[in-house]
């Protein structure tokens, strides 16, 4: 069980710096580059930066639980 959260704690980690580095900053960022410099009329960010904000907190998510699954499986053993 530790074997696989290390597994998929190192996947997510990797997964989270190219999500992070893939926002727009404050002079864009490399989104733009993939569609996301075009805006959605109702709001002030486009449908990609939506998207790309749902994937990176899912991601986090999953990360801070197996952060926590490992620490709990440390302090049992």
Request: with cysteine.
């Given at each position: 069980?530790?074997?696989l959260?290390?597994v998929?704690?190192?996947?997510?980690?990797?997964?989270?710096?190219?999500?992070?580095l893939?926002h727009?900053g404050?002079?864009?960022?490399?989104?733009?580059?993939?569609?996301?410099?075009?805006?959605?009329?109702l709001?002030g960010?486009?449908v990609?930066?939506?998207?790309?904000?749902?994937i990176?907190?899912?991601t986090?998510?999953?990360?801070?639980?197996c952060i926590?699954g490992?620490g709990?499986?440390?302090?049992?053993?």
């Amino acid at each position: 069980m530790e074997l696989l959260l290390n597994v998929v704690l190192v996947i997510t980690s990797l997964l989270l710096i190219v999500l992070i580095l893939l926002h727009r900053g404050k002079g864009g960022g490399l989104s733009s580059m993939f569609g996301g410099a075009a805006s959605s009329s109702l709001a002030g960010s486009s449908v990609v930066e939506k998207n790309l904000n749902r994937i990176t907190v899912g991601t986090a998510v999953i990360w801070s639980v197996c952060i926590v699954g490992i620490g709990i499986l440390l302090n049992v053993s």
